[in-house]
């Protein structure tokens, strides 16, 4: 029940549409019809309705022959839009990384079809310092001489589901902190407000432990159930299992480039333990967060988890591998899933192993190690061969070795 789950590693993978070039699914070839010149007008004006509140001017951009429900959904999902503290807000119709999927959604639209990958750009006032990137499949439909939205759930089949935010669920409201910005439904005021001050703590807990600059402010995502948190982090583990998560992609368009995290709390969970549980979990994840501008493509769950919880727990330098260990460093999908004890002790083993580094090369070795381990972007060789080469780099001891030290420290 207190495990947590791993950030970067599985929010990349969920991004899976984001990130990777290539797929499953083969980039259609270029052809004589529909192009992005032809659709990206009405991304641009879906921008300007959200930047100037025109809910009618959004509404024009709906298919006029979409299902009721679908249009319903695409109006609250401009009202949750609309009530957001956006710095900036962009949609941009793309090919690059996948080509025109129209063929994925059939001839059921009796019109002429494009399906693009639309790139969704945002970034909240005051508390990104960076954009959040997503990827939404919006099928767009012709009638007559103008291009609308019909649907943005025609590649689901395929497994590439359009992000969704808690404002595709239902009214947002907004909570701003000194260091948060909670959105939640507004029947969670009161939880949003306890959740806060808890986070304000966890902070102040951080500012003690953490020795690499971040930007110190960060949203927070209070959803109303355990399905919309995993519609939006478009999980496949069990939630259930879990309490909070933090959550970031990474846009490859040149090189790898970490967009901006976030906070979700599976509160289901989290709301059952102590104050203090609730803070060190967020100190836990705050970690990830202050983490996110150190990571690469490289680095693993056990360094991600490890380092983490480490500074939840205080950055011990005498911690042992836990009994029942199984003589190695615990492998990404072993914070995921298996039964809890078994979750339980991957993190554990995680952070252990970070104790022992720190014990060897000094306090400040983690985060020297996941700074030089997040270095290269593109290049090269296994995870395995790049954590051994970060290790050698910044605190002067081989992967082989510290996994060595690590399980036989008495």
């Known amino acids: 029940m207190g495990a947590r789950a791993a950030v970067a590693v599985t929010a990349v993978l969920a991004a899976l549409a984001l990130v990777c070039t290539g797929g499953a699914v083969e980039p259609a070839r270029a052809a004589a019809g529909p192009s992005l010149a032809a659709v990206q007008p009405v991304l641009d004006a879906r921008t300007a309705a959200v930047r100037a509140g025109d809910r009618e001017a959004w509404a024009a951009t709906i298919d006029p022959n979409a299902p009721a429900a679908f249009r319903d959904e695409q109006l609250a999902e401009f009202d949750g839009l609309h009530s957001l503290p956006l710095a900036t807000y962009a949609l941009t119709a793309r090919l690059d990384d996948s080509g025109d999927l129209s063929r994925a959604a059939g001839t059921k639209y009796g019109a002429p079809v494009y399906l693009p990958e639309t790139r969704q750009v945002l970034r909240f006032d005051g508390y990104d310092d960076r954009d959040a990137v997503d990827s939404l499949w919006l099928t767009f439909v012709q009638r007559?001489?103008?291009w609308y939205v019909a649907a943005d759930d025609d590649l689901s089949g395929l497994g590439l589901d359009t992000a969704r935010g808690l404002w595709d669920f239902g009214p947002v409201a907004v909570l701003r902190t000194d260091h948060f910005l909670v959105l939640h439904h507004p029947a969670q005021a009161e939880r949003a407000r306890a959740l806060a001050s808890i986070g304000e703590d966890a902070i102040a807990t951080l500012d003690r432990r953490w020795d690499e600059p971040w930007p110190g402010r960060i949203?927070?995502?209070?959803?109303?159930?355990?399905?919309?948190?995993?519609?939006?982090?478009?999980s496949t583990i069990d939630l259930d299992k879990f309490v909070a998560f933090v959550s970031y992609g990474a846009v490859r368009d040149d090189g790898w480039v970490a967009t901006a995290p976030r906070i979700y709390v599976q509160d289901g969970n989290l709301s059952k333990y102590s104050r203090a549980y609730q803070v060190q979990t967020l100190v836990h994840e705050l970690s990830h967060a202050a983490a996110a501008p150190l990571a690469g493509p490289?680095?693993?769950?056990?360094?991600?988890?490890?380092?983490?919880?480490?500074?939840?727990?205080?950055?011990?330098?005498?911690?042992?591998?836990?009994?029942?260990?199984?003589?190695?460093l615990p492998r990404d999908y072993e914070f995921s899933t298996g039964s809890q004890s078994a979750i339980i002790r991957s993190y554990s083993e995680a952070r252990s192993a970070v104790s022992y580094l720190s014990a060897r090369a000094g306090v400040g070795a983690p985060t020297a190690f996941l700074t030089a381990l997040g270095d290269p972007k593109?290049?090269?060789?296994?995870?395995d061969f790049h954590v051994d080469q970060a290790l050698r780099q910044s605190a002067g001891v081989g992967l082989a070795d510290l996994e060595h030290g690590w399980l036989t420290r008495r």
């Open 219 to 234: 949203p927070m995502v209070l959803p109303g159930s355990v399905d919309e948190l995993e519609k939006m982090l478009q």
């Open 144 to 146: 007559g001489d103008r």
């Open 378 to 383: 593109v290049a090269p060789g296994s995870v």
């Open 298 to 328: 490289f680095v693993p769950a056990w360094v991600h988890e490890g380092i983490a919880d480490w500074v939840a727990k205080g950055r011990a330098t005498d911690e042992r591998a836990p009994t029942g260990n199984e003589g190695h």
